[in-house]
């Protein structure tokens, strides 16, 4: 494709409605639900001229293709094998033509074509671009992680994710890496990958990808959030199964957890003219099938699935997922393959839109992070914990009264994937695993790994807390966590602004360097002198004080529920509150939420200005919503 077809506009999704997807904002990637809606299989007249063009470019690669990357030397020389065969095809349809044209052309991209470099990191780059050893962007979203023990007794980390390398939510790969300390990852092998000679696999997604061991079996198995590419309604889960972590897997199918054995590897297909169809997985319709009848018959097409995650708790394992407006727990079977509605009843947790799980065990809790829905936009996180996940009445959930929120307004821009625990057994540790996400360019779509504390659990009382810390490391020799944060300067300092200040004690100065930045805890709101409308642009000072060696300013704007803002600004530093420097330029910053921008020298005083609120997706102005929820500035006496 010489073009790229994305719809800034989110989508209402419910099952009720034309589109049949789920009834609120979802971070189902609905923005891009039909960025590929199908033609009619039937398509008679079919243009092949890109795709050959693109077989001609790809063929000239050929000569000098070994000194890319091994991931980018794979991903062109598996498009070009299947444009070969599909060009050369009597029966391709435009959309397959299409969409191998896509994965061709965009594995030929100068950001996907990286010539074989050595990487080495010593730190994690915490929302910045990782690489892989070879030098290539890691292309693993929505990840999964398994830990293991290699041949020579030590730590072995596996990553599973999908490869969004071609900007678009449709089906790239599903990519694993391997480590030895978190740090540098090796790419092994795209271990699903799109094939003409599986239906599923081609013209489909697949999502927040987890991988789990089966010591029964002795079989690597990995679960994915499958669509049709043209919208979120089949919503169902697909596995895959492999003898070694890096070998070959073979694909299972797809179909929604709970259903009976016939009702496997079908598809909502959503066609050019906006109707649908479902289709079995020889694109036949399946007469007498609808969304609606699918949805309230779950013991035979099974439970919609989307969002989801995989935990396993000794030789048992859970699946927890969303399917729109609940979220449910399932427990899996013997051999990891499928959901056991038998030996669990499976129950919902949250009927409130909720997703992104992700869950971990420590002390006598299992706790589980997650996201509300905001589309590709980051939310505010919380945690639900329970002693018992088969009990769906012990879980302690989210209140006005105990909000159990987490990280900041936005998680720090970040939606949860994972939990992983460090360390060891008597000495846990933990780490927040999360993917930040760029709506615009998904391929350039980053990590962002923290360090997570968890208290009290084994008391009445646990908790979580996450804080924002770029510079912390991983001792690989005892694999414990050296958090190297610098000095938090700022909370509680004199501050001061070119705004009126509100009455309102939950818009009042203060909020903004009280060191509370979750959604609820209020924030700094600038007023024009009538103090009825938003001043715009303003300004906010801090007063350290006296002068110290800075690092960086982390600032937690305000945020919506449903609606995401980003904001264009500029830092300064003096030592007089007269002479400014410019210290961080954020004029064409899109970053919803969260910025965090690096400082030197030695001040006294540190400044934002802000000239703009925007509306990320529209980018319209938003100067309503302007405010500043916190503001952190770190550095050394």
């Not at 996907?112 to 290539?136: C, I």
């Not at 923290?450 to 690989?476: A, D, E, F, V």
Request: charge should be positive; aromatic fraction near 10%.
């Amino acid at each position: 494709m010489k073009s790229k077809i994305l719809f800034s506009a989110l989508l209402s999704v419910s099952f009720g409605l034309a589109m049949g997807l789920t009834g609120n904002i979802s971070h189902f990637k609905v923005a891009f639900a039909q960025e590929q809606s199908s033609d009619s299989q039937s398509t008679t007249t079919t243009s092949k001229q890109n795709l050959e063009q693109d077989i001609r470019r790809a063929e000239k690669l050929q000569p000098r293709i070994k000194s890319y990357a091994q991931l980018s030397q794979n991903r062109v020389n598996r498009s070009l094998k299947m444009a070969k065969s599909l060009v050369n095809s009597d029966s391709a349809t435009q959309t397959q033509l299409d969409t191998v044209d896509l994965l061709l052309s965009s594995s030929m991209e100068n950001q996907n074509l990286v010539k074989k470099t050595k990487t080495h990191y010593s730190a994690v780059p915490v929302g910045k671009t990782w690489r892989d050893t070879q030098g290539a962007p890691i292309q693993a979203h929505g990840g999964g992680f398994l830990k293991q023990t290699d041949k020579h007794g030590n730590p072995i980390y596996y990553w599973v994710g999908e490869d969004k390398s071609h900007n678009k939510s449709s089906f790239n790969g599903i990519n694993l890496y391997s480590s030895h300390d978190l740090l540098n990852w090796t790419y092994r092998e795209t271990v699903i990958a799109p094939s003409l000679t599986n239906t599923s696999l081609l013209g489909n997604k697949i999502e927040r990808p987890k991988l789990l061991y089966n010591k029964k079996t002795h079989k690597y198995v990995i679960w994915g959030h499958w669509e049709d590419q043209s919208n979120y309604s089949s919503s169902q889960i697909c596995v895959a199964t492999s003898n070694s972590a890096t070998g070959k897997y073979t694909f299972e199918g797809h179909w929604r957890p709970g259903s009976d054995a016939t009702h496997r590897n079908w598809r909502i297909r959503t066609l050019a003219d906006g109707t649908r169809q479902v289709e079995d997985s020889n694109g036949s319709i399946i007469n007498g099938a609808t969304p609606d009848e699918m949805n309230n018959n779950p013991s035979i097409w099974g439970y919609s699935s989307r969002d989801f995650t995989l935990y396993q708790d000794g030789n048992d394992a859970y699946l927890i997922t969303s399917g729109g407006k609940n979220m449910m727990i399932f427990k899996l079977n013997d051999d990891f393959t499928d959901v056991d509605t038998n030996s669990m009843k499976p129950y919902t947790l949250f009927d409130n839109y909720r997703e992104a799980p992700a869950m971990i065990h420590s002390g006598k809790y299992y706790f589980l992070i997650t996201s509300s829905q905001t589309g590709w936009y980051p939310n505010q996180a919380s945690y639900s914990y329970t002693t018992n996940i088969a009990d769906p009445n012990s879980w302690t959930k989210p209140s006005s009264s105990s909000p159990q929120l987490l990280g900041n307004n936005t998680a720090f821009y970040s939606q949860s994937t994972n939990i992983m625990q460090v360390g060891n057994k008597k000495t846990p540790e933990y780490l927040y695993l999360g993917d930040r996400w760029d709506a615009n360019a998904l391929g350039s779509s980053t990590y962002v790994w923290l360090p997570l504390s968890i208290s009290n659990q084994n008391s009445g009382n646990p908790s979580m807390n996450l804080q924002y810390n770029p510079n912390w490391k991983l001792n690989t020799s005892t694999n414990k966590i050296t958090n190297n944060q610098d000095l938090l300067l700022s909370q509680g300092k004199p501050a001061s602004t070119d705004a009126t200040q509100s009455s309102d004690s939950s818009l009042a100065l203060n909020n903004a360097n009280d060191g509370k930045y979750t959604q609820d805890s209020g924030y700094f709101k600038p007023l024009t002198g009538n103090g009825q409308t938003v001043k715009m642009p303003f300004s906010y000072t801090v007063d350290l004080q006296r002068a110290y060696n800075l690092s960086r300013v982390d600032i937690s704007f305000n945020n919506g529920g449903n609606t995401s803002y980003y904001p264009a600004y500029k830092v300064y530093t003096s030592n007089d509150n007269k002479t400014w420097k410019l210290a961080a330029d954020g004029s064409n910053n899109q970053n919803v939420g969260f910025t965090s921008d690096k400082l030197s020298g030695k001040a006294r005083y540190v400044k934002v200005t802000v000239s703009q609120f925007n509306t990320y997706g529209t980018n319209t102005p938003a100067n309503a919503a302007a405010g500043i929820d916190e503001f952190q500035v770190y550095g050394q006496k």
